[in-house]
């Protein structure tokens, strides 16, 4: 392996931006003390705790109060959908089977031990939901109350969810309405309205900000029972001494991400760069499969036959390129993931997921045909 690495996993995690890191960099190094401290170096911080919140709110058109600060999307999600449903004694959760392990597995478990009954809807052969199906369950349990969880943008296959017409459906019958964004935040053009949402969680590492911080957002006027108990942080809702570097890197960092790449030229390059992938692939192989449905301009999600997927991606890597099998949530395991059994996706195909951000090119895009073309035929 002679050339830079390319890197085509965006969707698990991007680089951190430079502007991101100076922005951080005096909140572990200068600045001492603890954002709930009264003295003037808690003062401080406090203020810049709240001067980001604010920011990140602004940039949002959201309300600051509506949003609080978690440690990522995997515990924003497990506080909405625990704390609402312990906070409003809902019985019924309509979702789907190929939802974030965040969600999927936080509802498995409350369906087995807390009684909650799981509603999974029927999904197109892409991993849509069928919204016929939503209505016919939201009118089965109309006035039960009942909670929907269905992520924006999907992981793994990068499909879209119809936002608009679950928005209708969900103030029609009065539900409780959660999202996982994770993949969708950041990405102005994938702002749906935000009427309607009761809550829905963020994670900053999917837009060139740092790991370890995440967003929940809980519409104004509404409660949900926390989960972490102790110190009161967060008016009461998120336990434990903020994460106050990470948080100023958030903010910065969706900011940078509105200012400089989702400007009109840059959509247009990423968008350009997806397309020339797509036709590369298609020329080197005419019985390749993709999602036909609208897709997150970033994610490709393609199926090549007669191919094994974890030796593929791990010969790939060996070349010095980055993609991936499905999501990166789990343990590191090789193994088939769940959504591709959900959905009957063939077995003897590999399944590749490839991710851009506006830095990736052509040429990159070119090198990796040349490798997996050499790589599949050997």
């Given amino acids: ?111 087995q031990h807390q009684g909650v009954r799981l509603h999974y809807l029927r999904l197109s052969p892409w991993g849509q939901p069928d919204m016929n199906h939503l209505e016919s369950l939201l009118k089965k349990l109309h006035k039960k109350p009942t909670l929907l969880s269905l992520m924006h943008v999907h992981n793994e296959l990068g499909t879209l969810t119809d936002m608009d017409s679950i928005q209708f459906l969900s103030q029609k019958y009065s539900v409780w309405w959660h999202s996982d964004r994770v993949q969708a935040l950041g990405h102005p053009e994938l702002n749906s ?31 949900l ?60 192989r005419e019985d390749i499969s993709f999602i036909p449905e609208k897709t997150h301009p970033c994610i490709l999600h393609i199926g090549i036959p007669g191919q094994e997927q974890e030796t593929l991606a791990m010969r790939l890597d060996i070349e010095g390129i980055s993609v991936s099998g499905g999501s990166a949530c789990g343990s590191g395991a090789a193994h088939r993931s769940y959504v591709l059994d959900v959905l009957d996706f063939p077995s003897t195909h590999a399944y590749l997921r490839l991710s851009f951000d506006q830095n990736n090119t052509r040429e990159e895009i070119d090198i990796f045909m040349e490798i997996l073309s050499k790589i599949s035929e050997s």
Avoid: C
Wanted: charged residues 15%; proline residues 4%.
């Fill in 1 to 111: 392996m002679s050339q830079k690495r390319i890197y085509f996993d965006h969707a698990a995690s991007t680089p951190l931006d430079k502007g991101v890191l100076q922005a951080m960099l005096p909140y572990l190094s200068q600045h001492q003390g603890n954002p709930n401290s009264t003295h003037q170096p808690g003062r401080y911080l406090k203020n810049a705790l709240e001067e980001a919140r604010y920011n990140l709110a602004e940039l949002l058109g959201l309300s600051a109060n509506e949003l609080y600060f978690v440690s990522g999307g995997t515990e924003a999600n497990n506080l909405a959908l625990k704390g609402l449903i312990q906070e409003h004694n809902i019985h019924h959760v309509i979702s789907s089977e190929i939802e974030h392990p965040s969600v999927r597995e936080v509802l498995s478990e409350l369906a």
């Fill in 193 to 223: 309205s935000w009427t309607g949402l009761h809550s829905f969680v963020a994670s900053a590492h999917k837009f060139h900000g740092p790991k370890g911080i995440g967003l929940l957002y809980l519409q104004q006027g509404n409660k």
């Fill in 225 to 284: 029972s926390p989960q972490v108990h102790g110190g009161g942080q967060e008016r009461n809702l998120r336990s434990g001494t903020e994460n106050l570097a990470a948080i100023v890197g958030m903010a910065k960092a969706l900011a940078l991400h509105h200012q400089h790449w989702n400007t009109p030229s840059r959509q247009s390059d990423l968008h350009d760069t997806k397309q020339y992938a797509i036709q590369r692939l298609q020329a080197w």
